[in-house]
């Protein structure tokens, strides 16, 4: 199925020219398409930034401070040593994004 990049759904969502013809290349083809794309990550895709574009990386930075506001603001010792904890996860970019945290 040919699907229309639709503007309104997120970037995450949104088919990649790199990856159009996924389906037909061999598991090594399949492996160099996902680096190719995990790579957009770091150098931009589209008219997006990349990860290393300043308001990314403000955001990024304004995330970590929360989480360590958090952390601190709830931190409570212990006889058994637990800590708090944020888990982040995900699956695709958003998990290969936290992965970088």
Aim: aromatic residues 6%.
């Amino acid at each position: 199925a040919n699907k229309k990049m639709n503007s309104n759904q997120p970037i995450t969502e949104r088919i990649n020219e790199l990856t159009g013809e996924i389906d037909i290349v061999g598991p090594h083809g399949i492996v160099d398409l996902l680096r190719q794309c995990d790579s957009q990550i770091f150098s931009g895709w589209s008219n997006f930034p990349s990860i290393y574009d300043h308001h990314t990386i403000s955001t990024i930075i304004s995330f970590l401070q929360a989480c360590s506001s958090l952390l601190l603001s709830n931190y409570v010792p212990s006889s058994t040593g637990t800590r708090p904890k944020i888990i982040m996860s995900g699956a695709g970019t958003s998990g290969r994004i936290a992965f970088q945290i």
